[in-house]
C-alpha cells in the first residue's frame, strides 16, 4: 500500500517537475504582473468553485489511481502562474476526481513534498553559489528552513482537519476579493 502511495506521488510529480523546468523562466518573466495574478486569483476561484459543489468526493486516498495522480500533477503543474494556489489546484484536481475532500488534501500535500523541497534546494544551490554568499548566515537558513517546516507540519494538519468538515467555499470567496483588490489597485495604477 505505501509503495504504491509513493509510486503515486511520483507518478503526480512528473508532470510539474518537466514543466517547471522547461517553463520556469517563462513564467517568471511573463506572468509575474499584476494583472496576470488577479485574474488568476479570480479565474481558478471559479474552477475551485466547481470542484467544491460537483465533485463527487466518494473516493479515498488508497482508491486514487495513477491516472487520477497524473491529472493531480498537471493541476499541480498550473499552479507554476502566479495567482494559481498549488494546493488549491491539486485539491481541485482531486475532488474532480471524485476524491473525497480530506484525502483530496492529504495527496496534494504529500505531493508537494518533493516539488517544494526540489524547487527549495536549486534556490539554494544558487544561492550558495553566488559571490557575496556569507557562510556566517547558514545557521539562519537552517533556522528559517526548521521554523517553516514546524510551522508548515502544523497549518497542514490544522487545514486537513478543517476540511473533514467544512468547504473551500470560504477560500473562493476571499480569493475573488484579493483578486478583485488587486485588479482595482493596478488599473488605478
Keep these: 500500500m505505501k509503495n504504491q502511495l509513493l509510486l503515486k506521488i511520483i507518478v503526480g510529480t512528473v508532470p510539474a517537475v518537466f514543466i517547471g523546468l522547461i517553463f520556469e523562466n517563462t513564467v ?5 504582473q499584476n494583472i496576470i495574478v488577479a485574474v488568476s ?5 471559479i474552477v475551485i468553485f466547481y470542484a467544491e459543489k ?7 486516498i488508497d482508491k486514487i489511481s495513477f ?6 500533477g ?3 503543474s498550473i499552479a507554476l502562474i502566479p495567482g494559481i494556489s498549488r494546493s488549491g ?15 483530496s488534501a492529504k495527496f496534494a500535500f504529500l505531493l508537494s513534498g518533493p516539488i517544494i523541497a526540489g524547487a527549495g534546494l536549486m534556490k539554494f544551490v544558487n544561492v550558495i553559489n553566488t559571490d557575496n554568499f556569507n557562510k556566517g548566515e547558514l545557521n539562519f537558513f537552517l533556522i528559517g528552513m526548521i521554523s517553516s517546516a514546524i510551522i508548515g507540519y502544523l497549518t497542514i494538519k490544522y487545514f486537513i482537519r478543517y476540511l473533514s468538515v ?3 467555499v470560504p477560500f473562493v470567496y476571499y480569493r ?5 483588490i488587486l485588479l482595482i489597485y493596478t488599473l488605478g495604477n
Aim: hydrophobic share 45%.
Design 166 to 168: 467544512k468547504s473551500l
Design 176 to 180: 475573488i476579493i484579493v483578486g478583485i
Design 41 to 45: 486569483l479570480i479565474t481558478f476561484s
Design 89 to 103: 489546484a491539486t485539491i481541485s484536481a482531486g475532488l474532480l476526481s471524485n476524491i473525497k475532500r480530506q484525502d
Design 54 to 60: 460537483y465533485g463527487k468526493k466518494s473516493k479515498n
Design 28 to 32: 517568471e518573466s511573463i506572468f509575474r
Design 74 to 76: 498537471l493541476f499541480q
Design 67 to 72: 491516472k487520477d495522480s497524473f491529472i493531480i
